[in-house]
Structure formats: C-alpha cells, structure tokens
C-alpha cells in the first residue's frame, strides 16, 4: 500500500504556525517584548493574534485530506468519530484549566470551562457536521451567513458601544452561562477570549482551512490554485 501524499504547503505553514507559538510564548523578557509579539489588548490586531486562527486554518485544510476515507459521506461511523474527537479535545483543555488538579486547596470554583483547545473542539465538531453534509457553494454560503450573523448579534445585542470590552453581547453571554468566575481575567475583567459565542466565527475560520484545502486538493495547476484562493480571500 503506497504512502498518503504529504502536502509540503500546508506542513511548512503548520511548522511556520508552531515556531511563531513558541516565539509569542517564549519571547524572553516579559518586561522587554517587541509590540509584534504581545496580543492586542482589545481592538486592532498584531502578529500574535494570527496565531490562533493560523491553527484553526490548518485544522480546515487538514480535514479536507483526513476525511477522503470516510468517502465524503454523513454515515453514523462518522458521527461518532467526530463526537469523540471534539469530547476529547474539550476535555482535554478543560484538564489543562484545572492542572495541577491534584492539589488539595484547589478551587474548583473559579475553573475555566472555555479555552483554547475547547474552541478548537467547537469549531472542529461542528465544522465537520456541515462539511460532510454540504458541498463547497454551500459552505461558501453558510460561511458568509455565520460571519453575518455574528456581526448582527453583537451590533443589534450591544449596548451604545456594542464592540467594547466591557459591553459586548458575547461577554454578557459567557457571564450568563458560565459565570463570572469561570471566565479568563487576564485583561482585568472577567472575560473570556475563547467564549461560547465568539467561537462562531472560529467556525467560519475552519471551513476557510477546509474550502482552501479542497483548492488544493483539486488541482493540479497551482498557479490557478492561488488565484482560486485569492477570489475567496
């Protein structure tokens, strides 16, 4: 049986992508860090902020080539491999949260549920449910429909500044369910970065991975893949 083709591009980007993490991880001195690698405070955006849509990309784009073995098709196999997926990856962050757990003054209290591998585990389950079941003019559609949906949610569910830190609808929503102990407070409010609903355009971000891993999937011409890409950029 010949070995699956490795696709160079996506495995120097996912390698770019990790070398960046550890770089914005590791930057040396906390007190003496280049603006580059620190994460806008609230609006704007800097290096470090791609990061994270840079995995979530890649989880897109890989799963266009993972899922070749289930033939493209909803059946119950799938499902329940997507399930188990997305259960294990969410735990697994909730895990991290509440480490070293072991101790005994412990608060479980003040556990964060949501974080950084729970929206991958979001955006990832509910990604594939309707990669599987729509083809790529639909999830074009279904893309631009989530980023518009978001959009209208947090301008029509705001306040008088409905994109502020201290206001924003998805905030009040991630207080509402989980609490407000529950939520991350390094911005010096309690706020979580990887709420609930914030993570709907994480989903769109995965299936931007997904209709560019099909590109290139697809074709054989890269330089009409690039302009494929581009259009849908």
Not at 139 to 154: C, D, E, S
Not at 165 to 188: C, P, S, W
Not at 217 to 232: P, Q
């Amino acid at each position: 049986m010949s070995e699956p083709r490795r696709i160079y591009s996506i495995d120097i980007f996912r390698g770019m992508t990790i070398a960046l993490m550890i770089l914005v991880n590791n930057p040396g001195s906390w007190g003496h860090v280049y603006p580059p690698l620190l994460h806008a405070k609230w609006h704007g955006c800097t290096l470090t902020d791609l990061v994270f849509p840079f995995f979530l990309f890649l989880v897109g784009a890989s799963m266009r080539f993972a899922f070749v073995k289930w033939h493209y098709f909803p059946s119950k196999e799938f499902y329940k491999h997507i399930f188990w997926r997305t259960f294990s990856i969410f735990m697994a962050g909730i895990l991290l949260n509440a480490f070293p757990f072991i101790r005994q003054d412990w608060d479980w209290s003040t556990l964060r549920i949501m974080g950084v591998l729970q929206r991958i585990a979001i955006a990832y389950g509910i990604s594939a449910c309707l990669i599987i079941r729509y083809d790529f003019k639909q999830l074009t559609q279904i893309l631009t429909g989530i980023l518009l949906f978001y959009w209208g949610v947090m301008w029509i569910g705001g306040s008088a500044d409905p994109y502020s830190l201290e206001t924003n609808v998805a905030r009040r929503i991630d207080i509402l369910l989980f609490g407000e102990k529950h939520l991350y407070g390094g911005f010096g409010i309690q706020f979580d970065p990887e709420g609930l609903l914030s993570t709907l355009p994480s989903v769109g971000t995965v299936i931007i991975g997904y209709l560019m891993g099909g590109m290139i999937h697809t074709t054989k011409n890269y330089t009409d893949c690039a302009k494929r890409m581009a259009v849908l950029v």
